[in-house]
């Protein structure tokens, strides 16, 4: 895979879990209610998905080595792979009755594909696989806790 074209997926690929699992934890611990996480779900696909597209765009157009070609690439797979993760996670919404159910499903999903593209870079950059995984799992995980405390602070004071 190019550059360019691995570069925008694999941070609109995290981007898009760890962003859309701390905006479903964060909205189901201070709201449980699913009409409200399927409404963040929905404006973290687009909004999101298109400001990293721009942030990336811009980012890439700054290094001064980076053809036109290349930058759109980076900027369409930032976009694509950003809005289609996002996405992902309606299923376990849609399918479980239960919204916890569909966040513990959502928290496994997202944690599988952290661990998925942590072991692909690993593999792509020779470094061990179990270093890499642990560093980004435990990033995502801290967003898990932070985002879930945010929530209950909400509910609480607001």
Known sequence: MKLSLRKGFSFGLTSGIITTLGLIIGLNAGTHSRLVVIGGILTIAVADALSDAS???????????HTDKSIWESTFATLSSKFV??????????????LNNAVIASII????????????????EKAKPFKVITEHLTL????????????????AYF
């Open 85 to 98: 993760f996002a996405l992902t996670f309606m299923i376990p919404v849609l399918l479980f009755k239960e």
């Open 55 to 65: 942030g990336m765009h811009i980012s890439e157009e700054a290094e001064a080595k």
């Open 140 to 155: 995502t995980v801290l967003v898990i806790i932070l985002t879930h405390l945010v929530g209950i602070f909400v509910a």
């Open 109 to 124: 999903w997202g944690l599988f594909l952290i661990a998925l593209v942590s072991y692909y870079i690993a593999k792509k």
